[in-house]
């Protein structure tokens, strides 16, 4: 009876020490944490600091998607014999530039996709990668600043592809009015007096127009998170068929060093676009802005993210 009683009395005195050392590990976790979270504090505001510093600051994060596949003898779908795949990427750079009198802010967008699917049971089928995405928009915004929050600004903005069709349709926007920005990573373009330049080749239905361009952009990096969303829109003064807007957004998530995911998204309407593919490429010839389905553009990447 005595040897149980010593025993129980070892494995309880076992127990709380066990138990006490392991609040005393918690304890000494939660104190290095605090201190941790109180060292990021200090290292986010000297970062503000260096953020609000005159002078260009320079930057840019992108997506890489990609996936493969391949099958022999897969009996249980149509094409057993085949090969597949997608890769793309997408690419948001930026080089502002913030003084006490004006500023400058310079953008890149770039988001290119391919796909692939090669049935190899059939000779004629394409086995190489084909086009799928493709956006390119560049711009520049002046503004000589009237406060804080307000400025004179001018701007130009060109968007087209790249990889086919380079500048056929090319969309190029000059237009003044005013810029406002009411918080540090926010703002607003409004420009009542702008020119949208359509740019084609051959006999077109695309026409350029005056009209009013509105951009709105907002850009935010906090600790692992990238995001920028950006809504570039014209509205013409001739006729609502020749205006048009899109939408992009970009979302980094950092997991290991500068690695991580990302997804993109893209929306856009343009009924000239719309109009030009019935008659060009559905081979439409009668099509008019009054007969399509000017049906929302999109597009998407979801992949690995790299922060450049």
């Known amino acids: 009876m005595k040897r149980l009683v010593l025993i129980l009395a070892l494995i309880a005195t076992g127990y709380n ?15 290095k ?23 260009w600051k320079v930057g840019a994060f992108g997506t890489i998607g990609g996936s493969f596949s391949g099958f022999n003898n897969w009996y249980a779908q149509e094409t057993p014999n085949n090969s597949a795949g997608t890769i793309g990427f997408t690419v948001n750079g930026f ?16 988001n290119l996709n ?36 307000f400025a004179l600004s001018g701007l130009a ?21 005013a810029t406002w920005t009411p ?6 373009v409004i420009h009542p007096l702008n020119y949208n330049f359509v740019f084609s080749s051959g006999d077109t239905i695309f026409e350029s127009s005056f009209g009013a361009k509105i951009v709105a952009d907002y850009s ?16 013409s003064y001739e006729s609502s068929d020749l205006s048009n807007w899109t939408w992009t957004n970009s ?4 997991l290991w060093k500068k690695i991580g995911i990302g997804f993109d998204f893209g929306l856009r309407d343009n009924k000239q676009e719309a109009l030009n593919y019935a008659i060009n490429t559905l081979g439409d010839p009668n099509a008019t802005f009054d007969s399509i389905d000017n049906d929302l553009q999109t597009y998407y990447t979801l992949g690995l993210s790299y922060k450049f």
């Open 183 to 188: 918080v540090k990573d926010l703002f607003v």
């Open 17 to 31: 020490s066990f138990a006490q050392t392991e609040e005393e590990l918690k304890a000494a976790m939660a104190n």
């Open 220 to 235: 935010k990096e906090l600790g692992p998170i990238n995001f920028k969303t950006n809504l570039s829109l014209f509205a």
């Open 95 to 110: 080089a502002n530039r913030d003084e006490s009198k004006y500023f400058w802010r310079n953008a890149l967008t770039l």
């Open 33 to 55: 944490k605090d201190s941790i979270d109180a060292l990021q504090g200090r290292v986010d505001a000297i970062q503000d600091q260096i953020d609000a510093l005159p002078g």
């Open 157 to 177: 903005e060109y968007r087209t592809t790249i990889l086919s069709n380079f500048n056929d349709p090319g969309y190029l926007d000059l237009g003044v009015g």
């Open 114 to 149: 391919w796909v692939k699917f090669d049935d190899k049971d059939d000779p004629d089928d394409q086995n190489g990668f084909r086009q799928a995405t493709d956006v390119f928009n560049i711009s520049t915004l002046y503004g000589r600043k009237l406060s804080e929050k």
């Open 251 to 254: 979302f980094s998530y950092t």
